[in-house]
């Protein structure tokens, strides 16, 4: 692992639910799974982390505002408004706002459905 692969702790993040649907019922074998979408700030200097994998929680992610980093294999990558990318089950990164507004994300994922 790199240093630029060490992430600190979360900080300077908030996250609202917006929408979630249980999936079992709707799409043969996956009981237990729901569709979730969230929306996620990142605060100027906030950091998503530590280094996480997305292993058997699949997803998409939307930029709305702001500019967001994705930490990925070494290499720091921008996505701004208008730009997202997929989180698969090869996805190990973390996330940065080193701009000066917040940034601000929508993330949809497929998740172990909470227990009732």
């Not at 996250?15 to 237990?32: P, S, Y």
């Not at 979408?37 to 505002?65: K, N, Q, W």
């Not at 989180?87 to 000066?100: A, F, P, Q």
Request: proline share 8%; hydrophobic share 40%; no cysteine.
């Amino acid at each position: 692992m790199s240093v630029e692969e060490v992430a600190p702790k979360t900080t300077g993040v908030s996250v609202e639910l917006l929408a979630a649907v249980d999936l079992a019922g709707e799409i043969d074998g996956m009981e237990g799974r729901q569709l979730r979408m969230r929306m996620v700030t990142i605060e100027p200097g906030g950091v998503f982390g530590p280094l996480h994998d997305h292993a058997g929680r699949p997803g998409t992610v939307y930029v709305l505002s702001g500019i967001i980093t994705d930490h990925r294999d070494g290499v720091a990558t921008e996505y701004g408004p208008g730009v997202g990318w997929p989180e698969d089950r090869n996805t190990l990164h973390w996330l940065e706002n080193r701009g000066v507004v917040p940034a601000v994300e929508i993330s949809v994922d497929i998740v172990g459905a909470p227990m009732p």
